[in-house]
């Protein structure tokens, strides 16, 4: 037998870029479920349909570009982008903003820029955030979880054919997010709203479900080395901190910390947006920079912006910083006094 | 225990050491043929000391250090050189280099050797000369020569020696092997080293997957006097690098661009504390090693104590090699060893392992994916980098990025591209990128050098022109203040010559007549465009109407100046000869048409007749107006003779030679005067000769014509002598100094003279003429003169020599 001749290392460990990318998709299962259990069948149609589209874009640009289908669709990185963004819309959000939203995450954010790794803003966002500019009110239709409702979630059929839009919503089944009633609490105080709003009084346990069940996803990511810890923790810690700070300092005009944790998509970004490694810092320091600033970044937009939830806006801000950090924050290289910093060639 | 440390990264690749530890260590037999390479360590390669056909014994030496960082070669067994050659060796790159051959006798003759009883009674220096005589290297990994690390000048103080028996990498277990099995000679060398570089503390850093090494270790390291203390280690790849090492042990970084040694820490591989020892101890040079033969191609994979030299061919059949199944040979551990392409090259002094890899241990590495920047890289790389960066600025080649990203402190350990989830083959773009930052800064030295190199040229040449002008300005001037005082005369300064105005008239010409030709071109092309319809019409239309603006400037500037010339003093004379030729010329002309036009009868020929007399009137009136002309010149010539010379001679010599000159310069212009009136009479002569022929009517006119040239030149030949004769005696009279160089050039000017007088007669004499008499004349008057002058030539000579 002819003898290679290859450089070494002669061996590597068995693992593959679409492995990372199922072990991520696999973490969001948990979150989906708790999703569906309280608002029914429109996040799992949601993310099916997103996924679909993901890979008929996928294939049609790969095509396009001239690559290998097989070779690249097997890496994953479009439906995970599909059920990342899946997730994030309202549950009754028309076929056509998922397919617009598709679209753009796959065509322009991923592929315009070279494809998967040369992307310089998470895809998933750069689709959530057009959608949340341009269909405000398809986007902010979310509906009341099932705790509030009296005949339950609706049946699959019903779903379909208001996802479809061949029949209306009910209005039965349209109610703001917490984020959004306690942003337009008014001359109303912390504690007066908490007290008239039945959202905010009976149904904010589905929203600490949903969030425990994307951090239990997390958690498993954390534990199977698909990342570090240093963005989810420097973010939920950064967001708690300054919540906690204005909490403390005036409690009627506030939301507590734990409100702002557990509502919106925080825990879902700290976990499966922000960790995005493609976007994000790239050295441990750089990561915690990188996750304290998005924390930072959504009690700002939350608190004083237009937009009741920021998770989207912190994360592609940070997105344009992450190549900044990455070369201000690079470790010290071993026998090295301290790390070198700047763009300085 | 002490405590241990622990440095960034690392991985856990499987270990596959089980496989080469079930069988004991075993010596491999006497191969055929020992092929030992004369680069076998860091440095310089050795230098033979034997001949092909000498017969050697086992231990002796072959070949020298040829520098400081080199080392002795001994023969592992006796036998005979075969040959010295090129022969594939172990190396990344797979290339040959000079070898060795030697063929053995199967005796294994030792030569004499004795080992020292108490090395303690040695002095290091000594000690250190025994450990270089017996060509010990590094035997763990890079082979730098061990005299060299175990006998630091003193500015380097030791503090702590590691001994390195970690053995990170999977499959190797050469020196797990070497620990269990001598652990006492290991001490014994470690004591060596120890007494040379005198350290505080001395750690064996072995990892925790080698229980009954460490345990042998700690027996032996018991029965030492010295504190020895084994430091068992977690295994972690690639916690055998020596700075890792270090790290793990001590602490302590080395700092980046440092050795070890510079912060007084030593690392040696257990390997070469065992060689230490055998050298010391028995006095058995280094011939041998225990290598690690693995792989799954192999049926008794295995540990072997091997001759430096012996083909891993050999190896591979020892053990059993299936090499159906064999795909990959890898020469070291699987992370940081090279493929070999041959298995004829031999064992070396470095080569801890050979694996005989099947398809399904090593399969091939499957396609790059892009890179996600997941940052496992980062997380496991030991020097702390940014390989997901590192790898971005390799692609992109941006160098300068890569260096300020700390590559060149990357130790291509593999563990990055181990654990690339995207299967990128991450050290390769390392390599590619430091080769080709080594090869960046090879040629700007090499630029550097030049530039250097160039600029010492220049300089230098700049130095020898100045000299050389120096030298000439110093000539030029002692030279000129010698003239001064031998002439003693007021040096007057002459005016620039102002710039000469035929020349400028010419090159006006010149320019004009370019102008035209440029003129005529464009006006060409311009028809050859209309055409052929080009386009560019107007374009060249343009070009002609410059072209033509220009042809007149030039045309009109050229004008200007030939209308401004000063009306040139000689040309006259040549003007009025041209004209009278024209005269004549046209004279016969009419001549000739009017004696057409009377045999045929023509009424012009009245007409003709007319302007004949007319035209004849005229070219006699042009031919007395050059011969007045020429005779007045003439004469001014003799007149003015030294005021027309002066613009033909340089200024200098003319003024300093005023006093002396005139007379000879009269004596020129006559003879000029004497030569063209010969001249002419010659052709006198012919024309007359011609019309005789011819019998023209002329004739008597001609006849009177050569009578007057004759009579001409005869006056011309007189004034001639006679100026002569004035000017050599004025040149006698002048001549009281030796200037023997004047002298001898009047003497051959006079010499001269007298050889063309004779021709000049021999020629009056043959023509009859009567200007044969004056020449005889003065042709013995030359020869009295040129006696003359070589007689004061003699004198002056003689004078000088006196004076000398």
């Not at chain 1, 237009?306 to 940070?318: E, G, H, I, R, T």
């Not at chain 2, 260590?25 to 230098?47: D, F, V």
């Not at chain 2, 005779?631 to 340089?650: H, R």
């Not at chain 2, 030949?717 to 009281?736: G, H, L, W």
């Amino acid at each position: 037998m002819a003898l290679l001749r290859i450089t070494s290392p002669h061996i590597l460990k068995p693992g593959r870029t679409g492995n990372v990318m199922l072990q991520v998709i696999l973490a969001t299962l948990p979150g989906l479920a708790a999703l569906c259990y309280y608002f029914g069948w429109g996040p799992l149609i949601n993310v099916v349909w997103a996924a679909m589209l993901a890979v008929l874009f996928e294939v049609a640009v790969i095509r396009l570009r001239k690559r290998p289908v097989t070779f690249y669709l097997n890496d994953y990185s479009a439906i995970l982008t599909a059920v990342l963004l899946g997730l994030a819309l309202p549950p009754f959000a028309p076929w056509w903003v998922t397919f617009i939203g598709i679209f753009v995450a796959i065509v322009v954010a991923k592929h315009l820029y070279g494809g998967l790794g040369n992307n310089p803003f998470n895809p998933a966002m750069v689709g959530y955030a057009l959608l949340l500019i341009s269909f405000p009110v398809e986007m902010t239709r979310w509906a009341p979880p099932s705790l509030l409702t009296e005949s339950g979630n609706l049946g699959l059929i019903e779903t379909l054919k208001v996802i479809f839009e061949i029949v209306d919503l009910p209005d039965a089944y349209t109610m703001a997010t917490p984020l959004d009633t306690f942003k337009h609490k008014g001359a109303l105080t912390a504690e007066e709203l908490w007290s008239q709003s039945p959202l905010l009084s009976q149904g904010l346990d589905a929203w600490y479900a949903i969030s425990g069940a994307f951090a239990l996803g997390g958690l498993y990511l954390l534990i199977r080395k698909i990342y570090t810890w240093h963005i989810p923790v420097s973010m939920l810690v950064s967001l708690i901190l300054v919540s906690g700070f204005f909490y403390g300092s005036d409690p009627s005009n506030y939301a507590p910390p734990l409100f702002h944790l557990t509502t919106g998509a925080v825990v879902f970004g700290a976990f499966f947006i922000a960790t995005d490694p493609v976007t994000a810092a790239t050295s441990n320091k750089g990561k915690l920079f990188f996750g304290a600033i998005i924390g930072l970044l959504i009690y700002i937009i939350r608190t004083w912006g237009n937009y009741p939830d920021a998770v989207a806006f912190a994360v592609l801000l940070m997105n344009l910083s992450a190549p900044f950090l990455d070369y201000y924050t690079r470790p010290r290289t071993y026998g090295h006094k301290k790390s070198n910093r700047g763009i300085k060639g | 225990m002490s405590r241990i440390w622990n440095f960034h990264g690392g991985i856990h690749p499987q270990e596959n050491k089980q496989q080469s530890l079930t069988i004991p260590l075993r010596q491999m037999p006497l191969p055929k043929r020992l092929t030992l390479p004369l680069q076998q360590h860091i440095g310089t390669p050795a230098i033979p000391t034997v001949k092909v056909g000498d017969k050697v014994l086992k231990g002796q030496r072959i070949a020298e250090p040829s520098g400081f960082v080199s080392i002795y070669m001994h023969a592992p067994t006796s036998g005979t050189i075969v040959e010295i050659g090129d022969y594939p060796v172990p190396h990344v790159s797979g290339m040959s280099a000079q070898c060795i051959i030697l063929e053995p006798d199967g005796n294994e003759t030792w030569i004499e050797h004795q080992g020292v009883e108490d090395f303690r009674t040695l002095e290091k220096a000594e000690l250190a000369e025994i450990i270089r005589c017996a060509g010990i290297s590094g035997m763990g990994g890079a082979g730098f020569p061990t005299n060299i690390k175990l006998h630091l000048s003193d500015d380097h103080i030791v503090n702590t020696l590691i001994i390195n028996g970690v053995e990170c990498e999977p499959y190797i277990t050469a020196d797990d092997m070497l620990m269990r099995e001598r652990a006492a000679e290991i001490i014994g060398g470690i004591e060596i080293a120890a007494y040379l570089i005198k350290p505080t503390h001395i750690l064996i850093g072995i990892e925790d997957n080698k229980p009954e090494a460490a345990v042998a270790m700690t027996e032996a390291a018991r029965t030492s006097k010295l504190n020895i203390e084994v430091v068992v280690l977690p295994t972690k790849y690639p916690s055998g690098g020596e700075r890792q090492l270090i790290k793990l042990v001590t602490g302590v970084e080395v700092p980046h661009g440092q050795l070890p040694a510079d912060i007084g820490i030593v690392v040696q591989n257990v390997g070469t504390m065992s060689a230490v020892y055998q050298a010391v101890h028995d006095g058995k040079p280094l011939i041998s090693r225990i290598t690690t033969l693995t792989g799954k191609a192999l049926s008794s994979p295995g540990n072997l104590e091997v001759l430096l030299g012996t083909p891993i061919a050999d190896l591979l059949d020892f053990c059993g090699v299936d090499s159906s199944k064999q795909s990959r040979l890898v020469m070291g551990g699987p992370m940081m060893g090279y493929t070999l392409n041959t298995a004829q090259i031999p064992v070396i002094k470095t080569s801890n392992c050979v694996i005989a890899g099947t398809l399904e241990e090593f399969p091939p590495a499957p396609p790059a994916q892009s890179c996600i920047r997941c940052g496992n890289c980062e997380q496991v790389c030991p020097a702390e980098l940014l390989p997901q960066q590192l790898h971005w600025f390799a692609k992109g080649k941006e160098f300068d990025k890569a260096l300020n990203h700390n590559l060149m402190d990357c130790i291509e350990c593999g563990a990055c591209s181990f654990v690339c989830p995207s299967n990128i083959p991450l050290v390769q773009y390392y390599r590619y990128a430091k080769s080709e930052i080594r090869n960046e800064q090879q040629e700007q030295r090499k630029a550097e050098q030049a530039r250097i190199r160039f600029e010492a040229r220049q300089a230098r040449l700049e130095a020898a022109q100045q000299e050389k002008e120096e030298r000439r300005k110093a000539r030029a001037e002692a030279a000129s203040k010698a003239q001064a005082a031998k002439r003693k005369a007021p040096v007057t300064t002459t005016t620039d010559s102002a710039i000469d105005p035929e020349a400028e008239l010419k090159q006006l010409k010149t320019q004009a007549a370019v102008a035209r030709t440029k003129l005529k071109k464009a006006e060409k092309a311009l028809q050859e465009a209309e055409q052929n319809g080009a386009d560019n019409i107007d374009q060249l239309k343009q070009d002609i109407e410059s072209a033509k603006q220009k042809s007149e400037l030039a045309q009109k500037a050229f004008s200007d100046a030939e209308n401004k010339a000063p009306a040139p003093a000689a040309p006259s004379l040549k003007d009025l000869k041209v004209a009278a030729a024209l005269a004549r010329t046209k004279v016969s002309k009419t001549e000739k048409v009017l004696a057409d036009a009377e045999a045929k009868g023509a009424p012009s020929v009245d007409q003709l007749k007319n302007s004949l007399q007319k035209l004849k009137e005229k070219a006699e009136q042009a031919q007395k107006a050059y011969n007045d002309a020429e005779a007045s010149e003439t004469a001014g010539n003799v007149s003015n003779a030294s005021s027309s010379q002066g613009t033909q001679s340089t200024a200098a010599s003319t003024s300093a030679a005023q006093p002396i000159d005139p007379p000879q310069n009269d004596v020129k212009a006559l003879k000029s005067a004497l030569a063209i009136a010969r001249t002419k009479l010659k052709k006198a002569e012919k024309a007359l000769a011609k019309a005789e022929e011819e019998g023209i009517e002329e004739l008597e006119d001609l006849k009177q014509a050569v009578a007057e040239q004759q009579a001409k030149t005869d006056s011309a030949a007189a004034a001639f002598a006679k100026a002569e004769a004035d000017c050599q005696t004025a040149k006698e009279a002048t001549n009281q100094g030796p200037d023997i160089k004047a002298l001898k050039t009047a003497a051959a000017a006079a010499r001269t003279k007298l050889k063309k007088t004779e021709k000049a007669l021999a020629d009056a004499q043959a023509q009859g003429s009567a200007s044969a008499e004056p020449l005889e004349k003065a042709l013995s008057g030359l020869q009295a003169k040129v006696v003359q002058a070589e007689k004061a030539l003699q004198e002056a000579q003689a004078q000088e020599a006196t004076l000398a």
